[in-house]
């Protein structure tokens, strides 16, 4: 299988490499994609070195299969191309998520919505990613009404730019921001643009994804904020039902879904941490109480790797279902 890597040198560029190697995704040609300054080096996969081309080379190079993850403009400008050549899209991107021909697709939950006709498949922001999966068993058994969720949010969401801001800010050292503020030893609620109505565009993407992904009817409000961690994100997430629930079939409904590590036991103090989180594929789940304070209501702490299933892991799973289907 042909396969394409657009935005191949970038953060999650790069990670998808290494998922796509570690899960052993049948490639018999690698064609990795990057920026005009980037085309003509060189980068290594599973001990071979391969040219970095342009996307008009990969377009011309008919692949199979093209993961994306080079931002919304680019994804909006060739993704059509990609897949008007006969190659399925894998869109890391917010530009075709909330487009109504366009499957958003957590694989564990709604594989089944992508079709024959697809060609450019969404991979939901890392935020919601981590959410809608702890919420799907419980939306199937208990019906979800309404979600508040506050995040916090890894650097690394943000890229490279972000990680070297917070590094130089803890040497002391004067360098480029990608933040309006200083991020080490801070905390900013303000991630991604502001929107008419107050919101971030990060927040109104959990509220529009979920509501794409598992029910139109859920209520969804969201405050997003960042801080100066690299492990992965956390939420914590605030759950109304439509009829009450049982704390135990609660757990047990999450320990066994796909994907989700339950971590909730107090007592030893184990519960879910981005420190944990680095570097695996899971979805941990802990700190599941009831709300007092409300009827049919629960609150639960969720952690994930934001580079690794919050986009990587997620995109590499969705590309594994379109082999196991032969849609590739």
Not at 26 to 54: C, D, F, H, M, W
Not at 157 to 169: D, P, S
Not at 246 to 261: C, F, N, P, W
Request: proline share 4%; aromatic share 6%; glycine share 6%.
């Amino acid at each position: 299988m042909k396969v394409a890597v657009v935005g191949a040198t970038g953060m999650v560029g790069t990670k998808i490499l290494q998922v796509l190697a570690e899960r052993n995704f049948p490639i018999s040609e690698l064609v990795p994609v990057a920026s005009e300054r980037s085309i003509g080096k060189t980068i290594n996969y599973q001990g071979k070195e391969y040219k970095i081309v342009s996307m008009q080379t990969a377009i011309d190079a008919k692949c199979d299969l093209a993961l994306f993850s080079a931002g919304g403009e680019t994804s909006l400008a060739w993704a059509p191309k990609f897949a008007e050549s006969g190659c399925r899209v894998i869109d890391n991107s917010s530009a075709w998520r909330m487009d109504t021909n366009t499957p958003l697709v957590v694989p564990e939950i709604n594989a089944g919505s992508i079709g024959a006709d697809n060609y450019i498949i969404a991979n939901p922001n890392c935020s919601t990613i981590q959410m809608v999966l702890a919420l799907a068993p419980l939306h199937k058994e208990y019906q979800v009404n309404r979600v508040v969720v506050s995040t916090y949010q890894s650097i690394t969401g943000t890229g490279v730019a972000a990680v070297t801001q917070m590094e130089n800010e803890r040497k002391g050292i004067d360098g480029e921001m990608a933040y309006p503020h200083r991020i080490d030893m801070n905390i900013l609620p303000h991630i991604d643009v502001f929107m008419d109505n107050g919101y971030t565009k990060e927040e109104m993407k959990m509220t529009l994804e979920t509501k794409k992904i598992l029910d139109p009817n859920i209520k969804v409000t969201a405050t997003a904020v960042r801080v100066p961690t690299v492990g992965g994100h956390s939420e914590s997430c605030n759950i109304t039902f439509e009829r009450d629930f049982d704390l135990a079939r609660v757990k047990t409904l999450l320990s066994q879904t796909d994907g989700i590590v339950l971590e909730d036991d107090i007592q030893n103090n184990v519960y879910p941490m981005p420190i944990n989180s680095h570097e695996r594929d899971e979805v941990f789940v802990g700190r599941i109480r009831r709300d007092e304070s409300a009827e049919n209501t629960l609150n639960m702490w969720i952690v994930s790797d934001n580079l690794r299933k919050g986009a990587a892991t997620n995109a590499v799973q969705i590309a594994e279902y379109l082999v196991k289907e032969e849609l590739v």
